[in-house]
């Protein structure tokens, strides 16, 4: 999906070197008001769409097991005025930074900024709290349905696996979140990351969260969690 020459680079590398430098932000964050919902019990299924029960036998991340104290709130995202326009609004954590993407289709590496049915819309960049990651945004006209949307990105992703799936709700929306383990292809290692989705009256939302290595993810899961618990339309 990322073509050859995504391949030829780390995904890890992409995500804190190569994508930045070839996507355009529109701007640094707008700061927000300083300030400071749980995974729903779904049935976790695999990538396959099959279900995985909690039997100890299964080496696969759960959906559940990001659920966990919020980061304090920095600002927010999405709603009218901020950095990123979007279908939704969340808070983002003290310190990440957001940009709005700007894609220019001529490009060679615009297919990065694509995944399944979803275009990059916004990241949100840790590395001011000394972490290598990004929360990045996704949105799409269809479908209009969450789970929908995050099966046809991780689907998108050929080093996507071993996935699962759990509901959620926060602002008056049901969302949907996926916890898989991601394969980097020059190493040939896994890490674990995490998305989730919602659907709003203009599309589709998916919010993710990379890092170098799943010792990243996990020290970034706060932000993550604060996006979850706070997303909602408007």
């Known amino acids: 999906m990322r073509g050859t020459i995504a391949r030829a680079v780390a995904p890890a590398v992409l995500a804190a070197v190569v994508l930045t430098g070839v996507l355009t932000g529109c701007g640094p964050s707008d700061g927000g008001t300083s300030a400071e919902g749980k995974t729903g019990g779904a049935t976790a299924r695999t990538h396959d769409g099959a279900e995985s029960g909690d039997d100890g036998g299964d080496d696969s991340p759960s959906a559940?097991?990001?659920?966990?104290?919020?980061?304090?709130?920095?600002?927010?995202?999405g709603g009218a005025g901020s950095v990123c326009p979007l279908p939704v609004t969340f808070d983002h954590a003290a310190d990440w930074t957001p940009e709005a993407v700007s894609v220019d289709p001529a490009s060679e590496l615009a297919e990065l900024a694509q995944q399944g049915p979803l275009t990059m819309a916004c990241e949100i960049d840790?590395?001011?709290?000394?972490?290598?990651?990004?929360?990045?945004?996704?949105?799409?006209?269809?479908?209009?349905?969450?789970?929908?949307?995050?099966?046809?990105?991780?689907a998108a992703d050929e080093n996507a696996g071993g996935a699962a799936y759990a509901e959620f709700e926060a602002g008056g929306l049901r969302g949907?979140?996926?916890?898989?383990?991601?394969?980097?292809?020059?190493?040939?290692?896994?890490?674990?990351?995490?998305?989730f989705a919602v659907a709003s009256p203009d599309g589709p939302v998916v919010v993710h969260l990379g890092g170098l290595d799943t010792a990243e993810h996990e020290a970034m899961l706060p932000a993550y969690e604060l996006a979850k618990r706070t997303v909602r339309v408007g």
């Open 64 to 77: 559940g097991s990001g659920s966990g104290a919020a980061a304090a709130r920095g600002g927010s995202v």
């Open 126 to 154: 840790a590395k001011p709290t000394g972490h290598i990651g990004y929360l990045r945004v996704w949105t799409g006209a269809a479908p209009d349905d969450a789970r929908k949307a995050l099966e046809a990105f991780l």
């Open 176 to 195: 949907v979140e996926v916890t898989y383990t991601e394969t980097v292809e020059v190493t040939d290692e896994t890490k674990t990351e995490r998305a």
